[in-house]
T-cell receptor, first 113, second 113 residues
Framework: KAGVTQTPRYLIKTRGQQVTLSCSPISGHRSVSWYQQTPGQGLQFLFEYFSETQRNKGNFPGRFSGRQFSNSRSEMNVSTLELGDSALYLC????????????FGPGTRLTVT | DAKTTQPNSMESNEEEPVHLPCNHSTISGTDYIHWYRQLPSQGPEYVIHGLTSNVNNRMASLAIAEDRKSSTLILHRATLRDAAVYYCILTKGSGGGADGLTFGKGTHLIIQP
């Protein structure tokens, strides 16, 4: 069974631009969560989607948004990029919303210049 | 929210058992204990979780103190591939979604050949 896939793997953007990251969950998994990982703050929860609905949201500004499609694939968008948005963005999937056995993708490394 | 405390780093030799400690003295009765690990350049990987009883799976064992104020992740025979950052995480209840996964700094496990 294929794991969680994230595209693109690496991305360089300029401050002020916007970016869209994509996540394809494990087949059959309907819950997708997003995390941001930086050296200073570690892994921080962004939001979780299930059945195309956002269930939970972490403490991030409104510039960070996401959505989930009917096939459970998810995208996250960051508008008006700031230098501090440079990070590894990780997507995790699970069968249903649960804290158990989240399966993480390899992440998208975003660099904002 | 209950907090976990882990050593910043630990070192062990290949093919020897490794005991990774986690203190959670303010744990509540419904808090579950989870362990994830993150190998270099990869997303986190679920290892094991438990509530009160010790747990075993193909990757590791989780030993939970009787008062539940501490737990130990046991890798029975470490390999070089086990070199990673290990996170001990508490979550409330048996479900609730990914917002329960709050990653701390974790323990950086170094395996010497």
């Amino acid at each position: 069974k294929a794991g969680v896939t994230q595209t693109p793997r690496y991305l360089i953007k300029t401050r002020g631009q916007q970016v869209t990251l994509s996540c394809s969950p494990i087949s059959g998994h309907r819950s997708v969560s997003w995390y941001q990982q930086t050296p200073g703050q570690g892994l921080q929860f962004l939001f979780e989607y299930f059945s195309e609905t956002q269930r939970n949201k972490g403490n991030f500004p409104g510039r960070f948004s996401g959505r989930q499609f009917s096939n459970s694939r998810s995208e996250m968008n960051v508008s008006t990029l700031e230098l501090g948005d440079s990070a590894l963005y990780l997507c995790a999937s699970s069968l249903v919303p649960t804290v158990y056995e989240q399966y993480f993708g390899p992440g998208t490394r975003l660099t904002v210049t | 929210d209950a907090k976990t405390t882990q050593p910043n780093s630990m070192e062990s030799n290949e093919e020897e058992p490794v005991h990774l400690p986690c203190n959670h003295s303010t744990i509540s009765g419904t808090d579950y204990i989870h362990w994830y690990r993150q190998l270099p350049s990869q997303g986190p990987e679920y290892v094991i979780h438990g509530l009160t009883s010790n747990v075993n799976n193909r990757m590791a064992s989780l030993a939970i103190a009787e008062d539940r104020k501490s737990s130990t992740l046991i890798l029975h025979r470490a390999t070089l591939r086990d070199a990673a950052v290990y996170y001990c995480i508490l979550t409330k209840g048996s479900g609730g979604g990914a917002d329960g996964l709050t990653f701390g700094k974790g323990t950086h496990l170094i395996i010497q050949p």
